[in-house]
DNA sequence: ACCCAATCTGCGTGTTTATGCGGGTTTTTG
DNA sequence: CAAAAACCCGCATAAACACGCAGATTGGGT
């Protein structure tokens, strides 16, 4: 085995994985752990990767946002972890965008089996680290705003697809006025994500519980989940339970 | 044995096994280590193959090294300068994936108007930030390896588009057996990209010239232009040149 | 056929590179 | 805070390399 050619390698298995460990490494190479840190270590000051204890990062696409500037992460995550409870092996999903569903992709177990439809490449290029999921990008006009593709193109594409789930983000939800948001086009599309899931979740960080914008996307009716990082017993949730949601 | 019977015998093992050991090579063709190393570093100036410590690789078998952003990124500013005097406002533009085609998108002129289709989260992400570019991401399966969408979804969607101009990175070209790669479906997208653009550009850094992978893309006269970092009156270029491409 | 120059090849010598191992240190984790 | 894992450092060694030189081969030119 070449010195380059165990670089090559440890270069595609971080370009698909994003991530390596240094025993996973000398298993699957076969040399000695001193040699894999050397490797790590030359790929490191050559800039092609990042060095780590216990193995080393992919460079490439830290750079698609910065984690750590994501606002109330520590909540996002919460609701993340609540949210996967609702996935298991065999679903067809279909998301939306958003940094809380980032995260809810970061925290999915490693061995999942299931196939995802998304409108976000950001959501889709995060889910490639999992081998055993499916991803289907659905394509069409692509929003510089919010940073999913929308039109009428992928509303007819949505059409043609039968989720076990919706799982999306809000930027307000209320009692009364249910589900609203301020874009039109980005309205209509929920619209027609909702109507080709068998349930529909909406996660949702408390500060944005019984606020409305202008437009109406869909009353609570139509939504079989709500997600926030609070305990269940909070006051502030008793009228969505009243409202018949299963809330978490 | 002649030198020349030599050097063929050692390509031909090249291309069937991406590598050789000088060992080997000793081994095979009788003959000292020092005429194989001689001969490696031979082929190896005249850039068919990559020398190293121990034997010397294919020179398109560096795929996964070079994917990985900052690799050669000057020679990919200048071949994306290059490239961008063929785009003029107002055209459509269709274009694949690979840090290439990223780095062109990096260099458009701000105020640029014009139309972008694409198979490429990453080059969709990038293309967000110009406001007279309208962007569509073609959807469809999404590759964990390549990052770009594919599947016979996408080639359908592809037969509806007649685009100016088709921007597009290789793995590897030659001036006979034409752009090959290795991985079926992306050869079967691509060919589909060639066929719905008017005119087709592929941008290339100058050590993937005259590699030979397994699988046939398209021959050279399926492609108009050919971008590289060098100077059009490089002898490796010639070959190009004779047959008939416009190389930049 | 002969010679000469150019090239090619193999060998000896000294140098560099790559790798694994032992022992001590730091980081992580429960 | 202690055990385990990962790490760093120096050393030994074998393999690979570079370089100079001499003999062998080749390919015209006369």
Redesign the pocket.
Known sequence: ???RE?HELIMRQINLHNRV???DLVDLLQ?????I???L?ELCEHQKLLK????ALSRSYQSAYDDNAIYARDAKIAIAKKAISLIKDGMVILTGGGTTIIELVKQLPVNLKATFFTISPFVAIELTKYDGIEVILIGGIFSKNSKVTYGSHVISQLAGINADLCLIGTSAIHPQNGLTDTDWEINELKKAMFHCAKSVAILCISEKLNSTLRLKVAGLENIHYLITELSVREEVLKAYLAKGLNVY
């Open positions: 085995m070449l010195k165990r460990l240094t025993t040399v000695s752990e001193d040699t840190r050397r490797d270590q780590v204890h216990g193995g």
